[in-house]
């Protein structure tokens, strides 16, 4: 399959614990596997802190590239939670990106100790509506406390990033790599998880 | 990644830098491996722990980093090659033995002995950025710089060799672009290694005397420099005569590559991209500098190579005088935080006049408007259920009642959060592993020169095995008068839960003898106290009692890390709500703005606080917090 845009640029942004790293590897691991060159950049600080993380993967298939994406060139933004979509749109948007959002947010300290209030919901979907080429938003969250375990918002999430079909990579692909990962209990759930998320576009 | 020794010869894999590491350490044979937990470098002996079953490997978390380089050093010393991994301010832990190991070398049957070295440029979860190319230049032993995971592995997998022949301990030094990116590897032969561990007593290895030890190690340097000047690790790509020479290292080489491709600059500039840098392959660098008329140094933080260029350009009959070299000195690369590829575009485009536009100017408004006008910070805070967040809420109950405006003084680890926002910031000094117990040992003595103020030095349960049991001991010979809380959560949490002399298992997951706190600190004399942090009102009680005693106390606050007690028992202990009816709201607020549990934040049209039950982990604290009873829990059926 060829890619659209060589480096094609992906970057996934989330809260701490949210399971950034996991969705990275998957979807990294898939496109090694069929024969891209590809780069990962994790950003986690203290790793599980509650704080802000991000993933820059990058796809080509020329070469090998650096592990970070330059300011303004990435070509899909997949927030596991809006405000840190909004984060990383501000830094790496342009007119062409295509952003997936995780409609639920958690609030930083600032907001619960009161000395700042998070953003309208209802004008932060706007502001990242008008900062993308197109923009969808997921109730991911909600979906996962339906499995009983919200903590799958994030493959969900990877469900419908694969979903809209900007990646080379099929729904197969995802499900042999999270077959591969996890032990089979937990292999259903998260494949359950992943169909919700491709049903959730589809 | 789980069974990275059983990946297969010859296949290419998508590693992370760290991996990559493990991975080039099993390729050489390595045989023991060492080291202490720290961002970004505990994956490193992770890997090798996760090997060790199946490849017969010996590997272990230490109790720091010194002794990890000691332990990993006798195996070297017997023949074997070893290995020890680190973080920066770890390094500085093990520095007092590597400085005495250069000179002794590794004796007449040593074993190849690589020290991997994480530095975090730009501090994503560090007290300093510092850089320590510098070490190994001070210490006059090699160091190795890979700027991919795949030099990384060739490059960890070449240093052993590099420290037998040499007769010298080597430096792989990693950063956080390195050991937290991941990139195509392709793997080679995880040999079977027959080695038997024998220490040769013909032999006493010591930097006594000191003057001859040090002459023979800077003749052995010498040697590795010969080395360099040829080493496949140091590549040039780029026109013969460049317009501009860009030398770099590290993640420096790819963010160069790519800004040259995106600024159409091939035709004109060239890239040096080092990977041996101490001893610097001067001679190499020479060659090149004769080429051009214009440098500019690609590094991150200090200007290592910066000024070994300079140096090289200054001594040189081949370079002209003309040469200009830009880079931190000029101030087109910055001298503090880490590198990007903007900061390399950035600089070139300013060396060659060209203007780069990231993007449309309208866009950059547009998104700049938004940040301004939405972007909050999300500032770290512990986990919601943290023990640390009731128990720095008790130390800030109790030292308020006490009123004699004491202190904590605090160490690394998740409690550190307690000097951010999500924090009750009653740490007022905080430094380095085991800092807390020794600054609380001497402001424990300023009683006569006045000091009045009491001391609470806190430390997690890692941290104490790790450097704070000599302060510890210092206190109580001295006869200083502090108390230190052992936020004793059964992990090291902040990297990763790695076991610790404290728990039960060992780094390969092998049952391990605990060596029991409590008793320590009884054995030394010390008056100890054990409470649960759930348990707000005992807990502040206590403290309130030993803040009024004298001598050494030590408290011990005892639970599970949240998320490993979640990842053993996959249930919530409570189910947790609000009652609307009994909260006053906006007359109140106490709960969401002074316990700050991620969980329970202010629902703004209600005006009342709710739990957000996809983030409450229902450990029921926050019950025992609200002044009207308003929050509920209950235990699920
Ligand atoms: S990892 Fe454990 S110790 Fe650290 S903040 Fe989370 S619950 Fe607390
Ligand atoms: S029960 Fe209260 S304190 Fe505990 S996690 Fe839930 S909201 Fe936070």
């Known amino acids: 399959m060829a890619i659209q845009e060589d480096p094609m640029n992906l970057v996934i942004s989330g809260v701490g614990g949210q399971g950034n790293i996991l969705l990275s590897r998957l979807i990294g691991r898939s496109l090694v596997k069929k024969g891209y060159f590809v780069s990962i950049g994790e950003t986690f600080g203290a790793a599980q802190r509650g704080g802000a993380v991000m993933s820059n993967v990058r796809v080509s298939e020329h070469m090998p590239l650096g592990p970070l994406i330059p300011e303004g060139k990435a070509h899909i933004i997949l927030g596991l939670e809006p405000l840190e979509t909004l984060r990383v749109l501000v830094k790496y948007g342009n007119p062409k990106v295509v952003t997936i959002t995780n409609s639920q947010p958690l609030f930083p300290v600032d907001v619960l100790s009161r000395k700042a209030q998070y953003p309208d919901y209802e004008a932060l979907k706007q502001t990242i509506r008008g900062l993308s080429q197109s923009a969808w938003f997921i109730d991911a969250t909600a979906m996962g406390l339906g499995l009983g375990a919200p903590i799958v918002a994030n493959v969900i999430m990877l469900g419908a990033l694969i979903g809209i079909d900007l990646l080379p990579l099929t729904k197969g692909d995802i499900e042999a790599e999270i077959k591969a990962s996890f032990p089979p209990d937990r292999a259903e759930l998260n494949l359950k998880a992943f169909n919700m998320g491709t049903d959730s576009v589809g | ?637």
């Open chain 2, 1 to 637: 990644m789980p069974g990275l020794a059983r990946e297969v010869t010859g296949s290419r894999g998508l590693l992370m830098g760290n991996e990559a590491i493990a991975r080039g350490a099993l390729e050489a044979g390595v045989q023991f491996a060492a080291g202490y937990p720290g961002t970004p470098s505990s994956e490193i002996v992770e890997n090798l722990a996760g090997a060790a079953k199946e490849t017969g490997i010996y590997v272990e978390w230490s109790v720091n980093e010194k002794v990890a380089t000691e332990a990993a050093a006798a195996a070297s010393l017997a023949g074997l090659r070893a290995l020890a991994a680190m973080k920066t301010a770890g390094l500085n832990v093990a520095l007092d033995f590597l400085a005495h190991l250069g000179y002794s070398g590794l004796g007449k049957h040593g074993g190849g002995l690589v020290v991997v070295v994480c530095d975090d440029p730009e501090g994503h979860s560090s007290g300093d950025e510092a850089d320590s190319r510098w070490v190994a230049k001070s210490m006059s032993v090699p160091l190795l710089e890979p700027g991919s995971p795949q030099e990384a592995l060739d490059m960890t997998k070449w240093a052993f060799e590099l420290s037998e022949g040499s007769n010298c301990f080597c430096f792989v030094r990693s950063y956080t672009r390195l050991s937290h990116a991941s990139g195509p590897v392709t793997l080679g032969e995880v040999p079977e290694v027959e080695r038997k561990a024998h220490f040769d007593t013909t032999q006493t290895i010591s930097p006594y005397l000191a003057k001859p030890h040090h002459a023979s190690l800077l003749q052995r340097l010498a040697k590795v420099g010969e080395l360099f000047e040829s080493s496949p690790f140091n590549w040039y790509t780029g026109p013969e005569n460049p317009e501009l020479l860009i030398v770099c290292s590290g993640s420096g080489g790819s963010y160069s590559l790519e800004a040259i491709g995106s600024l159409n600059l091939g035709q004109s500039v060239g890239v040096l991209k080092l990977g041996t840098l101490w001893p610097f392959p001067k001679g190499l660098v020479e060659k090149h500098l004769a080429r051009t008329s214009r440098v500019l140094i690609v590094e991150e933080v200090d200007p290592f190579i910066e000024i070994h260029v300079k140096e090289t350009a200054f001594e040189s009959p081949m370079v002209p005088k003309s040469l200009r070299i830009y880079g931190k000195g000029s101030g087109h690369i910055p001298s503090v935080g880490e590198l990007t590829p903007d900061l390399v575009l950035k600089a070139l485009s300013t060396l060659f006049g060209l203007e780069y536009c990231a993007r449309e100017p309208d866009y950059e408004q547009k998104a700049h408007g938004a940040a301004t006008q939405m972007l909050i910070d999300r500032g770290l805070t512990w986990c919601p259920g943290c023990p640390h967040r009731a128990s720095f809420w008790s130390l800030k109950k109790a030292m308020q009642k006490d009123g004699r405006g004491g202190f904590l003084t605090g160490d690394i680890g998740c409690y550190t959060l307690d000097v951010y926002p999500a924090g009750n910031q009653q740490t007022k000094a905080l430094h380095a592993m085991g800092s807390g117990v020794g600054l609380a040992t001497g402001f424990g003595k300023l009683n006569q020169f006045g000091s009045k103020q009491p001391v609470i030095a806190v430390c997690g349960d890692s941290t104490f095995y790790h450097a704070s049991i000599p302060a510890l001991l210092n206190a109580v010979h001295n006869r200083s008068n502090m108390m230190m809380v052992l936020l004793d959560n059964a992990a090291t949490a902040m990297t990763g839960f790695q076991p610790h002399p404290g728990t039960a298992f060992d780094a390969v997951g092998n049952a391990a003898p605990v060596i029991d706190a409590e008793k320590l600190c009884q054995g030394i004399g010390c008056k100890v106290v054990v409470s649960d942090p759930f348990d707000i009102k005992g807990t502040t009680e206590k403290l309130l009692q030993l803040l009024k005693e004298d001598g050494v106390r030590v408290l011990i606050l005892r639970r599970k890390c949240e998320l490993v007690r979640m990842r053993e028992e996959r249930r919530y202990p409570y189910k947790v709500w609000v009652d609307g009816e009994k909260c006053r709201g906006d007359k109140c607020g106490y709960c969401t703005k002074v316990f700050k549990c991620p969980g329970l934040p202010w629902d703004m049209e209600t005006g009342k606080a709710q739990i957000q039950q996809a983030v409450c982990s229902g450990c029921g604290v926050c019950v025992d917090i609200c002044p009207f009873g308003a929050i509920a829990r209950e235990e699920p059926a």
